[in-house]
């Protein structure tokens, strides 16, 4: 009884969701049509299986139990989910193609009274694709952060992915164990939403907690600019990779003062009057430590998480966001702070906003069309 009730209250809440995200009045370039359709089937099978299973009323009308080969649908539109969210981006001609096998399959059965598609089949179909989304989600896991909105989102994303595959694997297990049992239809979907629903409201607890699976881009901003600092983490405390033969003897040159310069590297990064005028590449950074070039280039090399040009413009980028916490722009023009951060052109300012922070500057600053508000609670990063 309890498993029933639970499978009505995760189809409500399923439906309560896609309702809200459809309807959502802010512009959301993140939203992941793949999951939309994910919940507005979960809320709907269970939804359905609940008021009929409770006596609200006799039969209702299941595609699944009618036609269980429909299921090649739904492994398919998981993968594309996974692609969705760790990439961040689709193609949908592409992934229009992941649908022509197992339509041929909904056409056969169709004609052919008798046809039904080997057991096996459905096992090598659903795993292969189980193994490319596992493949997908190791190659986020190691995937390089760079900008604040990949940092913020990476935990939540990482457990957000963790939830989502233990669902699917167990999709692809239940599934292939009662194709192999030969259990009817009907006993493999009511068990199956029963327990299923168990992990549904987990999940749905989990998207509730982080509004910013359901509304994206929006939610990550707000955390941007009225949460902590965000930490870029620029420097390592180990090298980065072994140590060259070309380069043993800078580093037994310097090994007992490569903590030191690092330390000394951050002083002058945090300071506003050096980096409002002078922009800190190898050479200027060199003068100031009073140190070789040739030192300072293997202590980026091997100890930097970025390029000495990266790091010039991520220092660069660090400062603006100060002058924006400060309403910088609410005096003067975008291309005016870019100068002021010392970058060449607009463009170039932002595109390296874009890179690092992971918006623009307009829709950051709260003046473009996708904007979310102030900024004024902002503190920008110090690392």
């Given amino acids: ?7 009505l209250l995760v189809g409500f809440l399923c439906l309560f ?11 959301n370039l993140k939203k992941n049509g793949y999951f939309l359709v994910i919940l507005l089937v979960v809320g709907l099978q269970r939804f359905l299986y609940a008021i009929e299973i409770l006596g609200f009323t006799n039969m209702v009308y299941c595609p699944l139990k009618i036609k269980p080969i ?42 052919i009274n008798d046809f039904r598609v080997n057991r096996f089949v459905y096992l090598a179909y659903s795993v292969g694709y189980f193994a ?28 957000w992915l963790f939830l989502m595959v233990t669902l ?16 009817s239809t009907q006993m493999n979907l009511d068990t199956f939403y029963r327990y299923s629903s168990l992990i ?14 359901i509304f994206g881009e929006h939610s990550l901003l707000k955390n941007i600019q009225l949460n902590e600092p965000q930490d870029f983490e620029i420097w390592n405390h180990k090298s980065l990779k072994a140590i060259e033969d070309k380069d043993m003897i800078v580093y037994n040159t310097i090994i007992n003062k490569i903590d030191f310069v690092v330390m000394e590297i ?20 060199a003068k100031e430590l009073k140190i070789p070039k040739r030192h300072l280039d293997f202590i980026f090399k091997y100890y930097c998480n970025y390029t ?20 910088y722009l609410d005096k003067y023009t975008v291309d005016s702070l870019g100068k002021q951060c010392l970058f060449n052109s607009r463009f170039t300012f932002s595109k390296n906003f874009k890179k690092f922070v992971g918006v623009s500057v307009s829709n950051f600053s709260g003046k473009g069309s996708n904007a979310v508000g102030s900024v004024k609670d902002y503190t920008p990063i110090n690392s």
Wanted: glycine share 2%; net charge positive.
């Fill in 266 to 285: 951050k002083s002058l990064q945090k300071s506003t009057p050096l980096i409002s005028k002078t922009t800190l590449n190898a050479e200027t950074l």
């Fill in 1 to 7: 009884m309890f498993l029933n009730v639970l499978s």
């Fill in 132 to 159: 490319v989304i596992l493949y997908a989600i190791k190659q986020f896991l190691f995937r390089k952060k760079q900008s604040i909105m990949d940092r913020i989102s990476y935990k939540v994303k990482r457990t």
């Fill in 200 to 213: 549904w409201f987990i999940i749905l607890l989990y998207m509730f907690k982080n509004p910013v699976i």
């Fill in 70 to 111: 429909l299921a090649f649908y739904i492994i398919p539109i998981y993968y594309l989910f996974f692609i969705r969210l760790i990439y961040d981006k689709g193609n949908l001609k592409k992934e229009l193609l992941h649908f022509i096998f197992p339509t041929l399959l909904i056409l056969l059965n169709f004609v």
């Fill in 17 to 27: 969701v896609v309702l809200v995200m459809l309807f959502n009045t802010q512009s």
């Fill in 168 to 183: 699917v694997f167990l999709l692809v297990i239940y599934s292939n164990c009662f194709s192999f049992k030969d259990l």
């Fill in 308 to 327: 000495i040009n990266d790091y010039s413009n991520l220092i660069k980028i660090n400062y603006a966001l100060s002058l924006i916490s400060n309403g």
